[in-house]
Nanobody, 123 residues
Framework: VQLQASGGGVVQAGGSLNLSCVVFGRTFSNYFMGWFRQAPGKEREYLADITYSGGSTHYADFLKGRFIISRDNDKSTAFLQMNNLTPEDMAVYYC?????????????????WGQGTQVTVSS
């Protein structure tokens, strides 16, 4: 299984970006998907996850509704819509996949990870 994240770039504070994560190699609908980020000098941080059909989502509390996770199983792609970005959102963003439904206590134990896409927010 390979994951390819894209959609990062440079955006002004207050702007939006929509990240994509394409999963290659297996049936996408069999994978529970998550998004994470890692800023320089900081640990990787959980953002959101979504169940196999997209019927259930969960978000880190600090996001306060600014980010939206979704998926299109026909396109084997998961998305992370990011709104009202601030310089504190600047990081490398990673998608992750697992056939298991990952609980909150195991949220960093996804089996498969993408290569990351850089998000830069200018003030």
């Amino acid at each position: 299984v390979q994951l390819q994240a894209s959609g990062g770039g440079v955006v002004q504070a207050g702007g939006s970006l929509n990240l994509s994560c394409v999963v290659f190699g297996r049936t996408f609908s069999n994978y529970f998907m998550g998004w994470f980020r890692q800023a320089p000098g900081k640990e990787r941080e959980y953002l959101a996850d979504i169940t196999y059909s997209g019927g259930s989502t969960h978000y880190a509390d600090f996001l306060k509704g600014r980010f939206i996770i979704s998926r299109d199983n026909d396109k084997s792609t998961a998305f992370l819509q990011m709104n009202n970005l601030t310089p504190e959102d600047m990081a490398v963003y990673y998608c992750a996949a697992d056939t298991r439904r990952i609980g909150l206590r195991e949220r960093y134990e996804f089996d498969y990870w993408g290569q990351g896409t850089q998000v830069t927010v200018s003030s």
